[in-house]
Protein backbone atom coordinates (compact mmCIF):
# COMPACT_ATOMS: atom_id res chain seq x y z
CA UNK A 1 0.00 0.00 0.00
CA UNK A 2 1.40 3.30 -0.84
CA UNK A 3 1.93 6.00 2.23
CA UNK A 4 2.28 9.29 2.07
CA UNK A 5 0.93 12.74 3.55
CA UNK A 6 0.64 14.69 0.69
CA UNK A 7 -0.35 14.01 -2.91
CA UNK A 8 -0.92 15.27 -6.56
CA UNK A 9 -4.28 14.49 -7.11
CA UNK A 10 -5.73 14.96 -10.58
CA UNK A 11 -9.66 14.86 -10.99
CA UNK A 12 -11.22 14.67 -14.27
CA UNK A 13 -14.46 16.30 -14.12
CA UNK A 14 -15.68 19.45 -12.85
CA UNK A 15 -19.44 18.10 -11.97
CA UNK A 16 -20.73 17.83 -8.60
CA UNK A 17 -18.75 14.85 -8.26
CA UNK A 18 -15.42 16.29 -9.09
CA UNK A 19 -16.16 19.63 -7.44
CA UNK A 20 -16.97 18.12 -3.94
CA UNK A 21 -14.35 15.33 -4.22
CA UNK A 22 -11.75 18.53 -4.94
CA UNK A 23 -12.37 20.77 -2.06
CA UNK A 24 -12.80 17.59 0.25
CA UNK A 25 -9.29 16.49 -0.68
CA UNK A 26 -7.89 19.96 -1.47
CA UNK A 27 -9.24 19.80 2.84
CA UNK A 28 -7.13 16.74 3.53
CA UNK A 29 -4.37 18.79 2.79
CA UNK A 30 -3.83 17.19 -1.11
CA UNK A 31 -2.35 19.60 -4.04
CA UNK A 32 -5.60 19.00 -6.27
CA UNK A 33 -5.73 19.76 -9.93
CA UNK A 34 -9.26 19.95 -11.33
CA UNK A 35 -9.11 18.95 -15.31
CA UNK A 36 -12.69 19.93 -16.94
CA UNK A 37 -13.47 18.98 -20.99
CA UNK A 38 -15.92 22.46 -21.10
CA UNK A 39 -16.49 25.96 -19.84
CA UNK A 40 -17.85 26.07 -16.72
CA UNK A 41 -18.41 24.04 -13.67
CA UNK A 42 -21.33 21.85 -13.04
CA UNK A 43 -21.14 18.89 -15.69
CA UNK A 44 -24.66 18.39 -15.95
CA UNK A 45 -25.74 21.37 -13.70
CA UNK A 46 -24.27 23.63 -16.21
CA UNK A 47 -25.72 27.21 -16.40
CA UNK A 48 -27.13 28.61 -20.04
CA UNK A 49 -27.68 32.21 -19.74
CA UNK A 50 -29.03 34.41 -22.75
CA UNK A 51 -30.69 38.12 -23.03
CA UNK A 52 -30.71 37.76 -18.79
CA UNK A 53 -32.87 34.54 -18.99
CA UNK A 54 -30.78 32.14 -16.38
CA UNK A 55 -31.60 28.75 -17.31
CA UNK A 56 -29.82 25.45 -14.78
CA UNK A 57 -29.25 23.12 -17.62
CA UNK A 58 -29.80 20.12 -15.16
CA UNK A 59 -31.04 19.85 -11.69
CA UNK A 60 -34.19 21.72 -10.54
CA UNK A 61 -35.27 19.77 -7.44
CA UNK A 62 -33.62 20.52 -4.25
CA UNK A 63 -34.39 17.31 -2.55
CA UNK A 64 -32.71 16.17 1.05
CA UNK A 65 -32.00 19.06 2.29
CA UNK A 66 -30.14 17.04 5.17
CA UNK A 67 -27.75 15.31 2.92
CA UNK A 68 -26.26 19.04 1.77
CA UNK A 69 -26.10 20.23 5.15
CA UNK A 70 -24.04 16.99 5.88
CA UNK A 71 -21.34 17.73 2.96
CA UNK A 72 -21.30 21.99 3.84
CA UNK A 73 -20.54 20.65 7.80
CA UNK A 74 -17.51 18.75 6.45
CA UNK A 75 -16.28 22.04 6.00
CA UNK A 76 -17.58 23.47 9.59
CA UNK A 77 -19.92 25.26 7.23
CA UNK A 78 -24.04 25.46 6.60
CA UNK A 79 -25.51 25.65 3.24
CA UNK A 80 -27.26 28.97 4.37
CA UNK A 81 -23.62 30.63 4.69
CA UNK A 82 -23.79 30.59 0.67
CA UNK A 83 -27.13 30.54 -0.54
CA UNK A 84 -30.29 31.13 0.78
CA UNK A 85 -32.72 28.72 0.67
CA UNK A 86 -36.88 28.29 0.53
CA UNK A 87 -39.37 26.03 0.94
CA UNK A 88 -41.74 25.59 -1.79
CA UNK A 89 -45.47 25.63 -1.44
CA UNK A 90 -46.83 24.30 -3.31
CA UNK A 91 -44.13 21.79 -3.75
CA UNK A 92 -44.96 20.44 -7.23
CA UNK A 93 -48.48 20.62 -9.27
CA UNK A 94 -49.24 17.88 -10.96
CA UNK A 95 -51.62 17.42 -14.48
CA UNK A 96 -53.27 14.44 -14.36
CA UNK A 97 -53.97 13.94 -18.33
CA UNK A 98 -56.73 16.38 -19.16
CA UNK A 99 -58.92 15.85 -16.47
CA UNK A 100 -57.64 16.92 -13.25
CA UNK A 101 -54.90 19.28 -11.63
CA UNK A 102 -54.01 18.81 -8.21
CA UNK A 103 -51.37 20.55 -6.03
CA UNK A 104 -49.38 18.95 -3.72
CA UNK A 105 -48.56 20.73 -0.70
CA UNK A 106 -45.43 21.06 1.58
CA UNK A 107 -48.10 20.61 4.53
CA UNK A 108 -48.56 16.68 5.08
CA UNK A 109 -51.71 17.27 6.45
CA UNK A 110 -53.07 18.67 3.28
CA UNK A 111 -51.80 16.12 1.21
CA UNK A 112 -53.82 13.23 3.42
CA UNK A 113 -56.76 15.21 2.49
CA UNK A 114 -56.23 14.85 -1.09
CA UNK A 115 -55.46 11.41 -0.71
CA UNK A 116 -58.87 10.76 0.64
CA UNK A 117 -60.71 12.30 -2.64
CA UNK A 118 -58.53 10.11 -4.63
CA UNK A 119 -59.94 6.85 -2.81
CA UNK A 120 -61.86 5.81 0.04
CA UNK A 121 -59.31 6.03 3.66
CA UNK A 122 -56.37 6.94 0.92
CA UNK A 123 -55.19 10.09 3.75
CA UNK A 124 -54.95 6.94 6.69
CA UNK A 125 -53.34 4.72 3.53
CA UNK A 126 -50.73 7.54 2.98
CA UNK A 127 -49.60 8.16 6.59
CA UNK A 128 -49.25 4.76 6.88
CA UNK A 129 -47.14 4.30 3.69
CA UNK A 130 -45.02 7.22 4.83
CA UNK A 131 -44.75 5.87 8.04
CA UNK A 132 -42.69 2.90 6.15
CA UNK A 133 -40.77 5.07 3.71
CA UNK A 134 -39.69 7.64 6.77
CA UNK A 135 -38.31 4.01 7.99
CA UNK A 136 -36.35 2.90 5.07
CA UNK A 137 -34.89 6.53 4.03
CA UNK A 138 -33.44 6.80 8.17
CA UNK A 139 -32.15 3.22 7.62
CA UNK A 140 -30.70 4.05 4.24
CA UNK A 141 -29.14 6.72 5.34
CA UNK A 142 -27.56 5.48 8.54
CA UNK A 143 -26.16 2.23 7.42
CA UNK A 144 -26.15 2.15 3.76
CA UNK A 145 -25.78 5.41 1.67
CA UNK A 146 -22.68 6.51 3.22
CA UNK A 147 -20.55 3.03 3.02
CA UNK A 148 -18.53 1.63 0.42
CA UNK A 149 -19.55 -1.71 -0.96
CA UNK A 150 -16.22 -3.85 -2.12
CA UNK A 151 -17.91 -7.36 -1.37
CA UNK A 152 -21.01 -9.31 -0.34
CA UNK A 153 -20.03 -9.61 2.89
CA UNK A 154 -20.32 -5.46 3.47
CA UNK A 155 -23.66 -5.98 1.94
CA UNK A 156 -24.84 -8.87 3.73
CA UNK A 157 -24.04 -6.99 7.30
CA UNK A 158 -26.26 -7.81 10.21
CA UNK A 159 -28.29 -4.77 10.13
CA UNK A 160 -29.01 -5.05 6.32
CA UNK A 161 -29.53 -8.99 6.95
CA UNK A 162 -32.21 -8.00 10.01
CA UNK A 163 -34.22 -4.86 7.90
CA UNK A 164 -33.88 -7.14 4.60
CA UNK A 165 -37.53 -8.42 5.29
CA UNK A 166 -39.05 -4.77 5.34
CA UNK A 167 -36.78 -3.69 1.96
CA UNK A 168 -38.48 -6.26 -0.14
CA UNK A 169 -35.33 -6.35 -1.90
CA UNK A 170 -37.40 -8.82 -5.16
CA UNK A 171 -40.82 -7.08 -5.09
CA UNK A 172 -40.32 -3.41 -7.73
CA UNK A 173 -42.24 -0.37 -6.46
CA UNK A 174 -44.88 -0.84 -9.41
CA UNK A 175 -46.07 -4.19 -7.36
CA UNK A 176 -45.86 -2.84 -4.26
CA UNK A 177 -47.70 0.24 -4.83
CA UNK A 178 -50.18 -1.43 -6.34
CA UNK A 179 -51.08 -3.66 -3.67
CA UNK A 180 -51.86 -0.41 -1.21
CA UNK A 181 -53.64 1.88 -3.58
CA UNK A 182 -56.13 1.91 -5.85
CA UNK A 183 -56.66 5.34 -7.72
CA UNK A 184 -54.23 6.05 -10.29
CA UNK A 185 -53.71 9.40 -9.05
CA UNK A 186 -52.41 7.78 -5.80
CA UNK A 187 -50.38 5.17 -7.43
CA UNK A 188 -48.78 8.24 -10.16
CA UNK A 189 -47.79 10.30 -6.87
CA UNK A 190 -45.80 7.29 -5.47
CA UNK A 191 -44.39 6.07 -8.60
CA UNK A 192 -43.14 9.69 -10.86
CA UNK A 193 -40.94 9.77 -7.91
CA UNK A 194 -38.53 7.51 -8.73
CA UNK A 195 -37.78 9.36 -12.02
CA UNK A 196 -35.22 11.25 -9.53
CA UNK A 197 -33.29 8.29 -9.91
CA UNK A 198 -33.38 7.20 -13.33
CA UNK A 199 -35.98 4.21 -12.92
CA UNK A 200 -39.30 3.11 -13.52
CA UNK A 201 -41.31 1.82 -11.05
CA UNK A 202 -41.16 -2.00 -13.03
CA UNK A 203 -37.63 -1.80 -12.89
CA UNK A 204 -36.78 -0.69 -9.16
CA UNK A 205 -37.00 -2.45 -5.88
CA UNK A 206 -39.75 -0.92 -3.77
CA UNK A 207 -37.40 0.24 -1.24
CA UNK A 208 -36.78 3.34 -3.19
CA UNK A 209 -40.47 3.82 -2.30
CA UNK A 210 -38.22 6.30 0.24
CA UNK A 211 -38.54 9.04 -2.36
CA UNK A 212 -41.97 9.61 -1.44
CA UNK A 213 -40.60 10.27 1.99
CA UNK A 214 -38.30 12.51 0.67
CA UNK A 215 -40.42 14.97 -1.76
CA UNK A 216 -43.62 14.38 0.38
CA UNK A 217 -42.40 14.77 4.04
CA UNK A 218 -39.26 16.36 3.77
CA UNK A 219 -40.29 18.83 1.03
CA UNK A 220 -39.26 20.04 -1.85
CA UNK A 221 -36.58 23.54 -1.85
CA UNK A 222 -35.24 25.90 -4.22
CA UNK A 223 -31.80 27.73 -3.34
CA UNK A 224 -32.25 31.18 -4.30
CA UNK A 225 -30.03 31.94 -7.48
CA UNK A 226 -30.47 28.34 -8.71
CA UNK A 227 -29.05 25.22 -8.84
CA UNK A 228 -25.90 26.86 -10.40
CA UNK A 229 -25.39 29.05 -6.34
CA UNK A 230 -24.41 24.99 -5.08
CA UNK A 231 -22.17 24.54 -7.83
CA UNK A 232 -20.17 27.97 -7.48
CA UNK A 233 -20.04 27.66 -3.38
CA UNK A 234 -18.74 23.77 -3.72
CA UNK A 235 -16.31 25.68 -6.33
CA UNK A 236 -15.11 28.59 -4.02
CA UNK A 237 -14.84 25.44 -1.14
CA UNK A 238 -11.96 24.14 -3.40
CA UNK A 239 -10.69 27.30 -4.20
CA UNK A 240 -10.37 28.23 -0.07
CA UNK A 241 -8.39 24.96 -0.04
CA UNK A 242 -6.00 25.68 -2.93
CA UNK A 243 -7.98 23.64 -5.88
CA UNK A 244 -6.45 24.61 -8.83
CA UNK A 245 -9.48 24.80 -12.09
CA UNK A 246 -8.57 24.31 -15.65
CA UNK A 247 -11.05 24.81 -18.00
CA UNK A 248 -11.97 23.56 -21.83
CA UNK A 249 -9.47 21.03 -20.96
CA UNK A 250 -10.80 17.42 -21.91
CA UNK A 251 -8.77 14.74 -20.82
CA UNK A 252 -7.38 12.62 -23.44
CA UNK A 253 -5.44 9.66 -22.23
CA UNK A 254 -4.30 8.41 -18.81
CA UNK A 255 -0.71 7.28 -18.73
CA UNK A 256 -0.08 3.76 -17.05
CA UNK A 257 3.04 2.59 -15.70
CA UNK A 258 3.10 -0.57 -13.17
CA UNK A 259 -0.74 -0.69 -12.97
CA UNK A 260 -1.00 3.26 -11.60
CA UNK A 261 -1.39 6.11 -13.13
CA UNK A 262 1.67 8.56 -13.57
CA UNK A 263 0.26 10.63 -16.12
CA UNK A 264 -2.95 12.65 -17.18
CA UNK A 265 -2.94 13.86 -20.93
CA UNK A 266 -5.32 16.55 -21.73
CA UNK A 267 -5.32 18.51 -25.48
CA UNK A 268 -2.80 20.83 -23.78
CA UNK A 269 -0.58 19.51 -21.23
CA UNK A 270 0.91 16.49 -19.18
CA UNK A 271 0.42 16.19 -15.43
CA UNK A 272 1.96 13.67 -13.25
CA UNK A 273 -0.06 12.53 -10.89
CA UNK A 274 0.15 10.40 -7.06
CA UNK A 275 -3.77 9.47 -7.80
CA UNK A 276 -6.73 10.05 -10.08
CA UNK A 277 -10.08 10.52 -9.56
CA UNK A 278 -12.06 10.33 -12.06
CA UNK A 279 -15.23 12.28 -12.16
CA UNK A 280 -15.98 11.85 -16.24
CA UNK A 281 -19.09 9.50 -17.17
CA UNK A 282 -17.44 6.16 -15.94
CA UNK A 283 -17.93 4.45 -19.49
CA UNK A 284 -16.34 7.12 -21.46
CA UNK A 285 -13.86 6.72 -18.57
CA UNK A 286 -13.14 3.31 -19.19
CA UNK A 287 -13.53 3.08 -22.73
CA UNK A 288 -11.49 5.85 -23.96
CA UNK A 289 -9.31 7.02 -22.01
CA UNK A 290 -7.74 3.82 -20.98
CA UNK A 291 -6.50 1.03 -22.71
CA UNK A 292 -8.23 -1.89 -22.79
CA UNK A 293 -6.13 -3.94 -20.37
CA UNK A 294 -6.53 -1.47 -17.59
CA UNK A 295 -10.24 -2.10 -18.18
CA UNK A 296 -12.29 -3.37 -14.91
CA UNK A 297 -15.37 -2.91 -17.11
CA UNK A 298 -15.37 -3.38 -20.80
CA UNK A 299 -17.76 -2.63 -24.00
CA UNK A 300 -20.02 -5.69 -22.94
CA UNK A 301 -20.95 -4.92 -19.29
CA UNK A 302 -21.75 -1.56 -20.67
CA UNK A 303 -24.21 -2.75 -23.53
CA UNK A 304 -25.65 -4.82 -21.12
CA UNK A 305 -26.21 -2.37 -18.33
CA UNK A 306 -29.82 -1.04 -17.30
CA UNK A 307 -28.83 2.97 -18.74
CA UNK A 308 -30.57 5.46 -17.13
CA UNK A 309 -33.06 7.60 -19.32
CA UNK A 310 -31.79 10.36 -22.29
CA UNK A 311 -33.84 13.48 -22.34
CA UNK A 312 -34.67 16.41 -24.73
CA UNK A 313 -35.01 19.39 -22.48
CA UNK A 314 -36.40 22.76 -23.93
CA UNK A 315 -35.00 25.87 -22.29
CA UNK A 316 -37.76 28.60 -23.52
CA UNK A 317 -37.61 32.09 -22.47
CA UNK A 318 -41.57 34.16 -22.67
CA UNK A 319 -41.94 37.69 -22.25
CA UNK A 320 -45.04 36.98 -20.22
CA UNK A 321 -45.92 35.25 -16.99
CA UNK A 322 -47.42 31.85 -17.59
CA UNK A 323 -49.29 31.79 -14.39
CA UNK A 324 -51.14 28.54 -14.84
CA UNK A 325 -47.48 27.30 -14.04
CA UNK A 326 -46.28 26.82 -10.67
CA UNK A 327 -42.76 26.41 -9.77
CA UNK A 328 -42.66 22.41 -10.76
CA UNK A 329 -45.04 20.71 -13.03
CA UNK A 330 -45.65 17.50 -13.90
CA UNK A 331 -47.69 16.43 -16.68
CA UNK A 332 -48.47 12.80 -16.93
CA UNK A 333 -49.72 10.69 -19.74
CA UNK A 334 -52.77 9.18 -18.08
CA UNK A 335 -51.46 5.33 -19.81
CA UNK A 336 -48.04 5.95 -18.71
CA UNK A 337 -47.10 2.45 -18.67
CA UNK A 338 -46.53 2.86 -22.64
CA UNK A 339 -44.65 5.65 -21.61
CA UNK A 340 -42.02 3.70 -19.32
CA UNK A 341 -41.99 0.98 -21.83
CA UNK A 342 -40.67 3.62 -25.15
CA UNK A 343 -38.10 4.71 -22.39
CA UNK A 344 -37.33 1.53 -20.64
CA UNK A 345 -37.52 -1.69 -22.95
CA UNK A 346 -34.69 -1.87 -25.70
CA UNK A 347 -37.04 -3.64 -27.76
CA UNK A 348 -39.13 -0.86 -27.56
CA UNK A 349 -37.63 2.20 -27.64
CA UNK A 350 -38.97 5.03 -29.97
CA UNK A 351 -39.70 8.85 -29.83
CA UNK A 352 -43.01 8.34 -27.43
CA UNK A 353 -46.18 8.88 -29.04
CA UNK A 354 -47.95 10.57 -25.74
CA UNK A 355 -45.14 11.12 -23.45
CA UNK A 356 -45.23 12.31 -19.56
CA UNK A 357 -43.05 15.14 -19.44
CA UNK A 358 -42.56 18.01 -16.73
CA UNK A 359 -42.12 21.98 -16.70
CA UNK A 360 -40.51 23.78 -14.31
CA UNK A 361 -40.61 27.68 -13.84
CA UNK A 362 -37.64 28.59 -11.40
CA UNK A 363 -38.76 32.09 -12.51
CA UNK A 364 -41.77 31.74 -10.17
CA UNK A 365 -39.85 31.92 -7.38
CA UNK A 366 -36.29 33.60 -8.18
CA UNK A 367 -36.82 36.73 -9.69
CA UNK A 368 -33.25 36.82 -11.33
CA UNK A 369 -34.30 33.87 -13.52
CA UNK A 370 -36.01 36.40 -16.00
CA UNK A 371 -36.64 39.53 -17.13
CA UNK A 372 -38.97 41.27 -15.60
CA UNK A 373 -43.07 40.24 -16.78
CA UNK A 374 -41.15 36.93 -18.39
CA UNK A 375 -40.45 33.51 -17.48
CA UNK A 376 -37.89 30.88 -17.79
CA UNK A 377 -39.19 27.50 -18.72
CA UNK A 378 -37.29 24.31 -18.85
CA UNK A 379 -39.22 21.60 -20.23
CA UNK A 380 -38.05 18.07 -19.76
CA UNK A 381 -39.34 14.42 -21.74
CA UNK A 382 -37.52 11.70 -20.44
CA UNK A 383 -36.37 9.59 -23.55
CA UNK A 384 -34.79 6.07 -24.02
CA UNK A 385 -30.80 6.53 -24.27
CA UNK A 386 -29.21 5.35 -27.81
CA UNK A 387 -32.21 6.81 -29.37
CA UNK A 388 -31.69 8.26 -33.25
CA UNK A 389 -31.18 12.05 -32.36
CA UNK A 390 -31.74 14.39 -35.61
CA UNK A 391 -32.70 18.25 -36.08
CA UNK A 392 -35.82 16.68 -37.95
CA UNK A 393 -36.76 14.16 -34.86
CA UNK A 394 -36.46 16.76 -32.39
CA UNK A 395 -38.43 19.16 -33.72
CA UNK A 396 -41.23 17.30 -34.81
CA UNK A 397 -41.07 16.12 -30.89
CA UNK A 398 -40.93 19.44 -29.64
CA UNK A 399 -43.89 20.75 -31.45
CA UNK A 400 -46.03 17.51 -30.37
CA UNK A 401 -44.95 18.47 -26.58
CA UNK A 402 -45.73 22.06 -27.20
CA UNK A 403 -49.00 21.43 -28.60
CA UNK A 404 -50.21 19.18 -25.77
CA UNK A 405 -48.57 21.88 -23.17
CA UNK A 406 -50.80 24.89 -24.97
CA UNK A 407 -53.67 22.60 -25.40
CA UNK A 408 -53.71 21.61 -21.20
CA UNK A 409 -53.25 25.53 -20.18
CA UNK A 410 -55.50 26.65 -22.87
CA UNK A 411 -52.98 29.07 -24.32
CA UNK A 412 -50.12 29.85 -26.84
CA UNK A 413 -46.92 30.06 -25.74
CA UNK A 414 -44.25 29.60 -28.88
CA UNK A 415 -45.41 33.05 -30.37
CA UNK A 416 -44.43 35.01 -26.94
CA UNK A 417 -40.84 32.81 -27.05
CA UNK A 418 -37.82 35.09 -27.36
CA UNK A 419 -34.89 32.58 -26.53
CA UNK A 420 -35.08 29.30 -27.26
CA UNK A 421 -32.47 26.18 -27.02
CA UNK A 422 -33.48 22.37 -27.21
CA UNK A 423 -30.61 20.03 -25.67
CA UNK A 424 -31.34 16.03 -26.52
CA UNK A 425 -29.20 12.77 -26.85
CA UNK A 426 -26.35 13.74 -29.29
CA UNK A 427 -25.91 17.03 -27.03
CA UNK A 428 -25.25 14.95 -23.83
CA UNK A 429 -22.73 13.09 -26.05
CA UNK A 430 -21.11 15.59 -27.37
CA UNK A 431 -21.22 18.23 -23.90
CA UNK A 432 -20.62 15.55 -21.27
CA UNK A 433 -19.17 12.41 -22.90
CA UNK A 434 -22.49 10.88 -21.96
CA UNK A 435 -22.56 6.70 -22.43
CA UNK A 436 -25.73 6.66 -25.39
CA UNK A 437 -26.51 10.36 -24.55
CA UNK A 438 -27.88 8.88 -20.82
CA UNK A 439 -28.81 12.25 -18.77
CA UNK A 440 -28.54 9.90 -15.26
CA UNK A 441 -26.10 7.37 -16.08
CA UNK A 442 -26.94 4.00 -15.17
CA UNK A 443 -30.52 3.05 -13.82
CA UNK A 444 -31.24 1.90 -9.66
CA UNK A 445 -32.35 -1.49 -10.38
CA UNK A 446 -31.91 -4.45 -7.74
CA UNK A 447 -28.42 -5.93 -9.74
CA UNK A 448 -27.03 -1.82 -10.81
CA UNK A 449 -27.50 -0.93 -6.97
CA UNK A 450 -24.44 -0.53 -4.09
CA UNK A 451 -22.20 -3.28 -4.83
CA UNK A 452 -23.80 -3.93 -7.81
CA UNK A 453 -22.58 -0.56 -9.11
CA UNK A 454 -19.45 0.48 -10.35
CA UNK A 455 -16.70 0.76 -8.35
CA UNK A 456 -15.01 3.80 -6.61
CA UNK A 457 -11.77 2.33 -7.52
CA UNK A 458 -10.62 0.49 -10.16
CA UNK A 459 -10.17 -3.22 -9.85
CA UNK A 460 -6.83 -3.06 -11.76
CA UNK A 461 -5.17 0.51 -12.11
CA UNK A 462 -3.95 0.74 -7.99
CA UNK A 463 -4.29 4.51 -7.66
CA UNK A 464 -7.46 5.33 -10.08
CA UNK A 465 -10.68 6.07 -8.43
CA UNK A 466 -14.31 6.91 -9.19
CA UNK A 467 -16.73 9.73 -7.81
CA UNK A 468 -20.47 10.92 -9.17
CA UNK A 469 -23.50 9.91 -10.20
CA UNK A 470 -22.41 6.29 -11.67
CA UNK A 471 -21.09 4.97 -8.60
CA UNK A 472 -22.71 3.84 -5.38
CA UNK A 473 -25.14 5.76 -3.83
CA UNK A 474 -26.51 7.01 -7.21
CA UNK A 475 -27.59 9.20 -9.18
CA UNK A 476 -28.59 13.12 -8.34
CA UNK A 477 -27.21 15.48 -6.86
CA UNK A 478 -27.22 14.62 -2.89
CA UNK A 479 -26.36 11.10 -4.15
CA UNK A 480 -22.90 12.41 -5.85
CA UNK A 481 -21.86 14.28 -3.08
CA UNK A 482 -22.36 11.51 -0.45
CA UNK A 483 -19.92 8.93 -3.38
CA UNK A 484 -17.33 11.98 -2.62
CA UNK A 485 -17.61 11.60 0.72
CA UNK A 486 -17.30 7.97 0.48
CA UNK A 487 -13.99 8.23 -1.75
CA UNK A 488 -12.23 10.59 0.05
CA UNK A 489 -12.83 8.89 3.32
CA UNK A 490 -11.50 5.52 1.42
CA UNK A 491 -8.28 7.73 -0.01
CA UNK A 492 -7.66 9.04 3.42
CA UNK A 493 -8.05 5.06 4.79
CA UNK A 494 -5.79 3.61 1.98
CA UNK A 495 -3.05 6.39 1.54
CA UNK A 496 -2.67 7.62 4.80
C1 LIG B 1 -31.76 17.33 -17.23
C2 LIG B 1 -31.36 16.84 -15.87
C3 LIG B 1 -32.18 17.10 -14.77
C4 LIG B 1 -31.79 16.68 -13.49
N1 LIG B 1 -32.57 17.00 -12.42
C5 LIG B 1 -32.10 16.76 -11.15
C6 LIG B 1 -32.76 17.31 -10.02
O1 LIG B 1 -33.76 18.00 -10.16
N2 LIG B 1 -32.23 17.09 -8.78
C7 LIG B 1 -31.08 16.35 -8.60
O2 LIG B 1 -30.61 16.19 -7.47
N3 LIG B 1 -30.44 15.80 -9.69
C8 LIG B 1 -30.91 16.01 -10.94
N4 LIG B 1 -30.24 15.53 -12.03
C9 LIG B 1 -29.11 14.61 -11.82
C10 LIG B 1 -27.86 15.33 -11.40
O3 LIG B 1 -27.70 16.50 -12.14
C11 LIG B 1 -26.67 14.41 -11.64
O4 LIG B 1 -26.89 13.17 -10.99
C12 LIG B 1 -25.36 14.99 -11.13
O5 LIG B 1 -25.26 16.36 -11.44
C13 LIG B 1 -24.22 14.19 -11.76
O6 LIG B 1 -23.01 14.73 -11.39
P1 LIG B 1 -21.65 14.01 -11.82
O7 LIG B 1 -20.57 14.81 -11.20
O8 LIG B 1 -21.71 12.56 -11.50
O9 LIG B 1 -21.59 14.07 -13.42
P2 LIG B 1 -21.49 15.31 -14.41
O10 LIG B 1 -22.26 16.44 -13.90
O11 LIG B 1 -21.81 14.83 -15.76
O12 LIG B 1 -19.94 15.69 -14.37
C14 LIG B 1 -18.97 15.04 -15.14
C15 LIG B 1 -18.06 16.08 -15.71
O13 LIG B 1 -16.99 15.43 -16.42
C16 LIG B 1 -16.70 16.21 -17.58
N5 LIG B 1 -15.98 15.38 -18.55
C17 LIG B 1 -16.45 14.37 -19.32
N6 LIG B 1 -15.45 13.84 -20.06
C18 LIG B 1 -14.33 14.54 -19.77
C19 LIG B 1 -12.98 14.46 -20.21
N7 LIG B 1 -12.57 13.55 -21.12
N8 LIG B 1 -12.10 15.35 -19.71
C20 LIG B 1 -12.47 16.28 -18.80
N9 LIG B 1 -13.73 16.39 -18.34
C21 LIG B 1 -14.65 15.52 -18.81
C22 LIG B 1 -18.06 16.65 -18.05
O14 LIG B 1 -17.96 17.74 -18.94
C23 LIG B 1 -18.74 16.99 -16.73
O15 LIG B 1 -18.50 18.34 -16.37
C24 LIG B 1 -30.59 15.95 -13.32
C25 LIG B 1 -29.77 15.69 -14.42
C26 LIG B 1 -30.15 16.14 -15.68
C27 LIG B 1 -29.25 15.88 -16.84
Request: with cysteine.
Amino acid sequence: MMKCDKMKIVIVGAGFGGLSAGALLAKDGHDVILLEKNEQPGGRASVYTEKDFYFDMGPSWYLMPDVYEKFFAEFDKKPEDFFQLEKLDPSYRIYFGNEKIVDIASDLEKNFELFDTFEENGGEKLKEYLKESKELYDFSLNEMLYKDYRSILDFLNGKLLLKGYKLHIWENLEHYVGKKFESDEARKILEYAIGFLGGSPANTPSFYQLMSHVDLTMGVYYPQGGMRKVVQSIKELGETFGVEFHFNEPVEMLEIHDKKVKRVITNKAAYDADLVLMNADYAHSELELLNENYQTYDEKYWDSRVMAPSAMVAYLGVDYVVDKLDHHNLFLDKDWDQGFDVIFDPEKAAWPERPSYYVNVPSRTDLSAAPEGSDTLFILVPLAPGLEDTPELRDKFYNKIMDDLEMKLGENIRDHIVVKKVFALTDFKDRYNAYKGTALGLSHTMRQTALWRPAHLSKKVKNLYYSGQYTHPGIGVPMTLISSQIVAEEIKERHG
